[in-house]
Nanobody
Framework: VQLVESGGGLVQPGGSLRLSCAAS????????MSWVRQAPGKGPEWVSA????????YYADSVKGRFTISRDNGKNRVYLQMNSLKPEDTAVYYC?????????WGQGTQVTVSS
């Protein structure tokens, strides 16, 4: 299993970023996928999830209405569109796969929201 995130960077408050996670080494379209973030000095925080077919999505209250998760099973990719970013969204964002027995994380991509 390999999960590779990209798309992070420095953005001003109110700005937008689109994160991408490229997946390989497993049958991508058979599994739900999640995004998790970890801010400096804090524990991991679940952000969003999408079911295997892409028809059901879930969000933490802290990002609901601002973030949108999506996936392209033909490209083995999951995305996180982040709008109206706030300084408290600053964190390393990880793509996560849970197979029901094992958990896999990517290396993460840094998102910094600052003026």
């Amino acid at each position: 299993v390999q999960l590779v995130e990209s798309g992070g960077g420095l953005v001003q408050p109110g700005g937008s970023l689109r994160l991408s996670c490229a997946a390989s080494g497993f049958t991508f379209g058979s599994y739900d996928m999640s995004w998790v973030r970890q801010a400096p000095g804090k524990g991991p925080e679940w952000v969003s999830a999408i079911n295997s077919g892409g028809g059901s999505t879930y969000y933490a209250d802290s990002v609901k209405g601002r973030f949108t998760i999506s996936r392209d099973n033909g490209k083995n990719r999951v995305y996180l569109q982040m709008n109206s970013l706030k300084p408290e969204d600053t964190a390393v964002y990880y793509c996560k796969l849970f197979t029901g027995r094992l958990e896999y994380w990517g290396q993460g991509t840094q998102v910094t929201v600052s003026s």
